[in-house]
């Protein structure tokens, strides 16, 4: 008796032609498998997108909000944008991508050319001012600078007189208050470059 007969085939010779069906006969059914898909279901990123962009948004609203407050609070003088002019501007001189973070304010008829070359020299490296009317109390004296060059200029026998060191004195206190250059002694003026 042949036991070979007896022996089934090997699975190897079945054909591949036929879907493999282990998983399914796995897969549990019911409230089991439930459990299971919640267990291994992949979690929701729309939520997390969602909060970084409101997050994003916020800080960069408030970045705006309280860097434009910021500069919106700030003066300086400096030539205007010709160059040919003295002008007030709200903001702080400088660009940032291309956008200038000042806008002009109030143009003067102070001419760069008529200014003392102190003067021209602060004009030119912007004058910071803490408000529109100190910036204005700076084109004022400004402009009286350039009348007492014009005067000291036309009229030598004045210097001489008494009638300058009071000037001087008026100055240099308006000057002090108003926290020019000319009562710092550091910074020379131009009487004493003329002289020295």
Do not use: C, H, K
Not at 46 to 68: E, N, T
Not at 87 to 100: E, K, M, P, R, V
Not at 140 to 153: F, P, Q, R, W, Y
Not at 162 to 181: I, K, L, Q
């Amino acid at each position: 008796m042949d036991r070979v007969d007896d022996v089934p085939a090997p699975a190897q010779s079945a054909s591949f032609d036929e879907p493999y069906d282990d998983f399914d006969r796995r897969r549990p059914r019911g409230r089991a498998a439930r459990e299971r898909e919640s267990e291994y279901r992949p979690r929701r990123w729309w939520p997390m997108v969602l909060v970084f962009v409101v997050i994003v948004g916020l800080v960069a609203g408030a970045a705006y909000y309280f860097g434009r407050q910021y500069v919106d609070s700030q003066f300086y003088v400096g030539p205007s944008a010709s160059g040919d002019t003295v002008s007030i501007y709200q903001g702080i001189d400088t660009d940032i991508a291309g956008f200038s973070l000042s806008e002009e304010v109030e143009p003067s008829r102070i001419r760069m050319d008529d200014l003392t070359e102190g003067d021209r020299s602060a004009v030119e490296n912007t004058i910071p001012v803490e408000s529109l009317e100190e910036a204005r109390n700076r084109i004022t004296v400004l402009s009286e600078s350039i009348a007492e060059a014009a005067s000291a200029a036309s009229d030598p026998d004045a210097r001489d007189s008494g009638s300058d060191a009071t000037d001087a004195g008026t100055r240099t206190t308006e000057d002090a208050t108003t926290g020019d250059s000319p009562a710092n002694p550091a910074v020379p003026t131009t009487e004493t470059q003329e002289s020295g």
